[in-house]
């Protein structure tokens, strides 16, 4: 009996160290660990391509005009076309100046026949922001200044001069009226004899008369 007692205190010795030191062993080396339970990573569900409220709201504003205020940029208004040499054919739009122009070229009066020729390149574009060169008074003595102030001053100058030497100047340069030319634009076409597109560039926008810098015109109207 003493001998089975012995022999059963040893096995539940050897079976206790190895318990202790399997546990050690997992300890020491974590690869034997059972591995963490991680939470859940919920990912959101991915919009598809082209349905992102904020993207078909930016592809609308630029493809479907009334999906926004349409601009009009500064200088972009057009008042209106003619082709050089034929300003009576001038139009709201190429087609319509086209088309006066060629009439023009073919019933006009002479030089209208002559100055129509309707050429592309004849073209000009005279727009609502294009610059005014210099503001000019030709109704008795011509006049020309950066502003109306400057071309009114010279006018009574002028009138004063004429008055001295005897010479009738019964206007009024308060009341005169002043225009502006515009300019300078390209111009290939010279529509006379006298005219030199490289030099009369600056444009009467009302009556239609090419000019140079010093407001001289070229014994010529544009059309």
């Known amino acids: 009996m003493k001998q089975l007692a012995i022999s059963l205190l040893f096995i539940l010795c050897v079976v206790g160290c190895k318990a202790k030191s399997s546990a050690g062993s997992d300890q020491q080396n974590p690869e034997k660990a059972p591995p963490p339970v991680m939470a859940a990573k919920i990912t959101p569900p991915m919009t598809p391509a082209g ?6 709201l930016a592809a609308m504003a630029t493809t479907n005009p009334k999906a926004a205020p349409a601009t009009n940029p500064a200088g972009s208004t057009v008042r209106y076309y003619f082709f050089d040499g034929c300003w009576d054919g ?15 070229g073919k019933t006009g009066r002479v030089w209208q026949r002559k100055g129509c020729l309707c050429n592309d390149p004849h073209l000009i574009t005279v727009k609502s922001a294009d610059p005014v060169a210099f503001y000019f008074m030709s109704t008795h003595l011509h006049h020309l200044g950066k502003t109306p102030a400057i071309v ?44 030199d597109p490289k030099q009369f560039v600056y444009l009467d926008t009302e009556e239609g008369v090419w000019m140079d810098e010093t407001g001289e015109a070229p014994c010529f109207v544009g059309g």
């Not at 009574?156 to 009341?175: L, P, V, W």
């Open 90 to 104: 001038r139009g709201k739009s190429v087609e319509e100046a086209r088309e006066k122009c060629k009439k023009l």
């Open 51 to 56: 349905t992102d409220p904020a993207t078909k």
């Open 152 to 195: 009114r001053k010279k006018c009574q100058k002028g009138r004063e001069e004429s008055i001295k030497k005897g010479i009738t100047a019964d206007y009024d340069c308060a009341k005169e009226k002043i225009r502006k030319a515009h300019g300078p634009y390209t111009r290939v076409f010279a529509f006379s004899d006298f005219d």
